[in-house]
């Protein structure tokens, strides 16, 4: 058959495959199926008129009549075969046409279809006019089917060259390939090394590492990417890094550190463990990287997590093909690539769900008469029931998702409603007719005055009022204690108020006996402390005299605030013995003022009520006792102060200790002796400059004297 | 006329919504919370007084109240598939159709034994139950150990669970139905007073297995069908997990103070939820058992806990999972549980 003749008959093939018929079915298949009897000027002539039929096929795809006899999966497979037999043969086939076919292809989704007779031809430049708007699709199919750098650099040619490099990287690979679905390990292990070709492709992964870098330190892919995209990422930009050269990384590190530090901050806050893991193990890995001399590779636990682990056979798969250049072939000595290229979810240790061993399914307690044996078919099923498992495997994560919250309230002992935790609440608990309710807010009531500072001195009073008031009804604890240091303290907040108030409380017609003595026990305690308190001005100097007695006499126990009140007295009155008492120019206004104003309250009310409950209140009588001997030590501490208003509550409450005290009880606990009190007061009646101190020095003197006659007898 | 509050609390990073009803003197002795009633997430709960009231989480009123026994107090409550199920001291056992804001009387049926274990019902586990469109109801019989089946449908009473030769089971305390595997037969399981746990096939009425936990009665388990174990608690100060297949003792779970009433493990199967008699509510992950929240708001001991699955129909509660809780406190309190952990 002459070239003529082959002409004509190309025609008439022609037109018959043009035309949608039974007859262009059947001769397509011959075609396809004997391609060598087919003339090859035939063959390249059909061809180009078989490059109208995608869109036939996709047509048809769209709603049209299909095909006659060309399935379209099969279609495009059958167009790469042919176009591999005639390249076999010698024709060059048509890059335009190539192009066309791909992209076509691409377009429908079977661009693989064609691209894998098409692989195994390497036609230099093949893809040199692949336009843009096929590029994505047909070079991500192409790179999925794992071609090898120098192969994909020979099919690529000038490509990358006709396009605007940065453009290329930026739009293909960022857009199209990276960020929008998670790469498979094939895409990554063609397209990374081929970017990482020494012949000028260098820049290239430089480029795509930025990319890269950019998007994993974006706070929306760490917040609103998969996980499984975030994890491609982290594997493209691992591996990247270790192909990267080493001449290269220096001017990087920086840039990279950086934002491996930011993406892995960004992802602490996850609530999926994974990926929390997943942005520490790139940060480390950066680091280790980028400059393992410079920056100490920070030594994780998460390396041990699977995360970290594939993290690290991408970098070693990286620094291989960075070693061994294209002359590698990609396979592990011990074939390990194949399992670096797995996914993540691989790695992940299946849960150990141990419930087999169904022997002894039966409790040896159980009469074997009632045992039944579908037990043990029973406990088989649920062992080989594969769902069981696959829950457990979604559970392990779950378990370590859920955060824990603040147990420390919850411990053994502390038992009923929670403590509150501000005052304002406490005070409205206190008024609860719960007694588990209010005796949880009177166990906070110390801490919260003592706290809350500025509201205590508020709502002190109105604290007072409901701790009055309270009964130990239903309380499990020691009812008496926990509510005086919760009045000391409320009283302690705002002394004036609060002590004027429990003073008026003891003459208050609704309360009985016991309430007013706890009033009265309060102000007492309240004295103490006040006294015990170091004013705002001395309290350098008292605590350097404190620090300096304490050298001095060897005593490294903590002083007593008698002795600290003393002191402070005595080097207030160093002059007495020179210029006299009237002449001391010493102002009144000391710091002993606020128990000077708890005192006149205090005594005042003491010594009137006290004389003449007295009677009443033998029942009483650890309270009075505990009483008379605070008012004796607080006597005796301050029997030198110059002030005379200060002088007479002192005598007063050395008058009032001596009648309130219990007879035949040993009731002076840590003070003075009653015949130092008693040459105490014998001076003072008589060179005592106050006419009405020296007067109270004088009845205190009688009721002391009697009560030593007393204790005589 | 009973007053009823209505407050929410945010608490401080723990993104719990509390509903509490002050119910009066009354208790709370039981709630159920079901997400997909009508157009808001409902919570059903009984009242000393024998009143059955429906809680609309939503505009959190009560959207209903029934007298599902006249004056006789209700010892049982669950909700299920758009009916509600009650047992009463009346002896009568009914089933309400609560479909759009009704209360309809389905069925009604008599049971013997009367005490205060609370019934358990087959939810359509079996795949025999759903061939045969039997849905069984345990409750306690006549004799202290006797579980007695009912067939709901029928009212008939389709088997005794006994146990012939031992009788120191005592007081059944709590009963649960299981099923081991989709394939497997309907099981039910049952604590007892004696501290025993006992496993009883419903096909063959036959026992299957049984364990002694201990010497403190058995107020409440709850099965883990993931694992294969049993959670169960009593008087004492942990909760105890056993392996069913084996029959042995798996893990004990700590608690501060003693007593548990209630044991819940959410539908998802992540957490474990105790009531405990301190008022608490304590939550652990199921997996490994691990704390991970000590809700305190009751007064009082925990009367019953009931996870509700979130609901894609009611809009109040969409993507929620709401733990449902009822004290002796008179106080019932909903929890929006680690629902957001979920993606």
Same mark, same amino acid.
């Given at each position: ?67 006659? /006899? ?90 990358? !060259? ?21 790469? &498979? ?124 682990? !594939? ?306 209140? /033998? ?72 006419? !009405?101190?020296? !007067? ?9 004297? /009697? ?7 | 006329?009973?007053?009823?509050? +209505? &407050? ?189 746990? +006992? ?9 299957? /297995? ?65 009531? +405990? ?25 925990? +009367? ?40």
């Amino acid at each position: 058959m002459t070239s003529r003749h082959h002409r004509s008959f190309a025609d008439v093939i022609t037109s018959v495959v043009d035309r949608p018929s039974p007859l262009r079915g059947i001769f397509i298949n011959v075609l396809f199926l004997q391609p060598d009897h087919v003339p090859p000027v035939l063959f390249e002539s059909l061809l180009s008129r078989l490059c109208s039929l995608p869109d036939l096929t996709a047509n048809s795809l769209a709603g049209r009549p299909p095909p006659v /006899s060309l399935e379209p999966a099969a279609y495009f497979l059958s167009l790469g075969l042919a176009i591999a037999h005639v390249a076999s043969v010698g024709i060059h086939p048509i890059p335009a046409f190539i192009v066309s076919l791909l992209g076509k292809a691409s377009t429908l989704g079977h661009s693989t279809q064609v691209l894998t007779p098409l692989l195994s031809l390497s036609i230099p430049g093949l893809f040199e006019t692949l336009p843009d708007r096929w590029a994505g699709p047909v070079v991500l199919g192409l790179l999925q089917l794992g071609p090898r750098p120098a192969q994909l650099a020979l099919l690529f040619g000038g490509l990358l !060259e006709r396009s605007a490099k940065v453009n290329f990287v930026r739009s293909l690979l960022s857009h199209s390939l990276i960020l929008r679905r998670p790469l &498979s390990s094939n895409v990554l292990g063609s397209l990374f090394p081929y970017l990482a070709r020494p012949s000028g492709q260098g820049p290239l992964l430089q480029k795509a590492l930025k990319e890269l870098c950019s998007a994993w330190a974006t706070n929306q892919t760490a917040n609103l990417a998969s996980y499984e995209l975030q994890a491609s990422l982290a594997r493209a930009f691992v591996f990247g890094l270790a192909l990267l050269a080493p001449s290269c990384r220096p001017g990087l590190v920086v840039e990279f550190l950086n934002a491996a530090s930011r993406g892995a901050a960004l992802r602490l806050d996850s609530a999926n463990a994974a990926l929390r893991r997943l942005g520490l193990a790139v940060a480390a890995h950066t680091a280790r990287t980028l400059s393992p001399e410079v920056v100490p590779s920070p030594e994780f636990d998460f390396f041990d997590g699977p995360e970290g682990q !594939e993290m690290d056979k991408w970098a070693k798969l990286g620094q291989r093909w960075l070693d061994h250049g294209d002359d590698w072939d990609g396979e592990e000595p011990g074939g390990e690539m194949k399992s670096t290229v797995t996914c993540s979810k691989e790695l992940v240790a299946i849960p150990d769900i141990s419930i087999a061993n169904s022997e002894a399914c039966i409790s040896n307690q159980v009469p074997e008469e009632e045992v039944a044996t579908t037990t043990q078919t029973n406990f088989d099923k649920l062992n080989k029931n594969p769902d069981k498992i696959a829950d457990s495997e979604i559970l392990d994560s779950d378990d370590e998702e859920f955060e824990a919250y603040d147990l420390s309230d919850d411990v053994p002992g502390e038992s009923g409603p929670p403590k509150p935790h501000y005052l304002r609440a406490c005070l409205e608990r206190l008024r609860s007719e719960d007694p588990l309710v209010a005796a949880s807010a009177l166990c906070a009531a110390p801490g919260l005055l003592r706290g809350e500072q500025g509201v205590a001195k508020e709502l002190a009073v109105e604290i007072l009022k409901c701790l009055l008031y309270l009964e130990e009804h239903g309380w499990p604890g020691t009812f008496w204690d926990v509510r005086k240091e919760a009045m000391v303290a409320a009283v302690i907040a705002n002394p004036g108020p609060a002590a004027e108030f429990l003073s008026a409380q003891v003459y208050a017609s609704n309360y009985n006996m016991q309430q007013r003595f706890d009033a009265l026990d309060t102000l007492s305690t309240v004295a103490l402390q006040l006294a015990s308190l170091p004013g705002p001005k001395t309290d350098r100097a008292m605590l350097e005299s404190t620090r300096v007695t304490a050298e001095d006499e060897g005593d490294e126990g903590p002083e007593r605030w008698q002795d600290v009140v003393r002191r402070r007295v005595e080097s207030k009155t160093r002059y007495f013995g020179t210029r006299g008492r009237e002449n001391v120019n010493v102002h009144p206004k000391t710091d002993f003022k606020p128990i000077i104003y708890l005192f006149g309250y205090l005594f005042i009310f003491l010594f009137q009520f006290l004389t003449s409950t007295i009677t009443l209140a /033998s029942r009483h009588t650890s309270v009075i006792s505990s009483i008379a001997s605070d008012l004796l030590s607080f006597a005796w501490t301050l029997r030198k102060h110059p002030a005379a208003a200060a002088r007479r509550p002192v005598f007063l409450a050395a008058v009032s200790s001596a009648a309130v005290a219990p007879s035949g009880v040993d009731w002076i606990v840590d003070g003075p002796d009653a015949l130092d009190v008693t040459s105490w007061l014998e001076e003072a009646s008589m060179e005592e400059p106050d006419a !009405e101190a020296r !007067e109270l020095a004088t009845q205190g003197l009688s009721l002391w004297r /009697s009560r030593i006659a007393q204790q005589l007898c | 006329m009973i007053p009823i509050r +209505c &407050s929410i609390f945010f608490l401080n990073r723990i993104q719990y919504l509390i509903h509490f009803l002050f119910l009066g003197a009354s208790f709370v002795f039981e709630a159920t919370v079901q997400g997909t009633y009508g157009q808001n997430c409902a919570c059903f709960f009984r009242c000393e007084s024998g009143q059955v009231r429906v809680w609309d989480l939503g505009s959190r009123r009560v959207q209903q109240e029934l007298k599902a026994h006249g004056d006789k107090t209700i010892l049982w409550l669950h909700f299920y598939d758009g009916s509600l199920f009650s047992q009463g001291r009346d002896g009568w056992v009914r089933r309400w159709s609560m479909e759009e804001g009704r209360a309809d009387i389905c069925a009604s049926f008599t049971v013997e034994g009367l005490s205060f274990c609370k019934a358990a019902l087959s939810k359509g586990m079996s795949d025999e139950v759903e061939e045969t469109g039997c849905q069984l109801l345990a409750v306690p019989g006549k004799e202290m150990d006797e579980v007695c089946l009912y067939d709901v449908a029928s009212g008939h009473q389709v088997g005794t669970l006994k146990s012939a030769a031992d009788s120191s089971l005592g007081m059944v305390m709590c009963m649960q139905f299981l099923q081991i595997s989709p394939g497997a037969g309907l099981l039910l399981l049952a604590g007892y007073e004696s501290g025993s746990l +006992c496993l009883w096939d419903i096909r063959m009425g036959q026992l299957l /297995s049984r364990l002694s936990t201990g010497q403190d009665p058995i107020f409440c388990l709850a099965w883990d069908g993931l694992k294969g174990t049993c959670v169960s608690a009593g008087p004492g100060e942990s909760l105890e997990t056993w392996k069913l297949n084996n029959g042995k003792h798996d893990s004990s779970i700590p608690l501060p103070q003693h007593g548990v009433s209630a044991l819940k493990i959410r539908g998802d199967g992540r957490l474990l939820a105790a009531g +405990c008699w301190d008022g608490r509510i304590r939550i652990w992950s199921r997996h490994h058992y691990r704390p991970l929240a000590s809700l305190a708001f009751h007064r009082q001991g925990l +009367c019953d806990l009931d996870f509700a699955d979130p609901s894609p129909r009611a809009a109040h509660c969409t993507g929620r999972r709401l733990l449902a809780a009822a004290s002796r406190d008179g106080q019932l309190s909903v929890w929006d549980l680690y629902s957001d952990k979920r993606r």
